[in-house]
């Protein structure tokens, strides 16, 4: 929220020690690719 996003924003944690970590960089790079994203933080 201190970033000015809205609280409706959707969100994701990466963890970079476990292969769900890649899976949330798989799934933000589709959104982006399918246009449902401009960023994915």
């Known amino acids: ?3 000015g996003l809205p609280d ?3 969100g994701q944690t ?3 020690f ?3 970590g890649i899976q949330a ?3 933000a790079a ?3 690719r399918l246009g ?3 960023l994915v933080l």
């Open 14 to 16: 990466v963890n970079r």
């Open 30 to 32: 589709d959104q982006i």
């Open 36 to 38: 449902n994203a401009d």
């Open 8 to 10: 409706t924003v959707a």
């Open 18 to 20: 476990c292969s769900s």
């Open 1 to 3: 929220l201190l970033a």
């Open 25 to 27: 960089v798989a799934l």
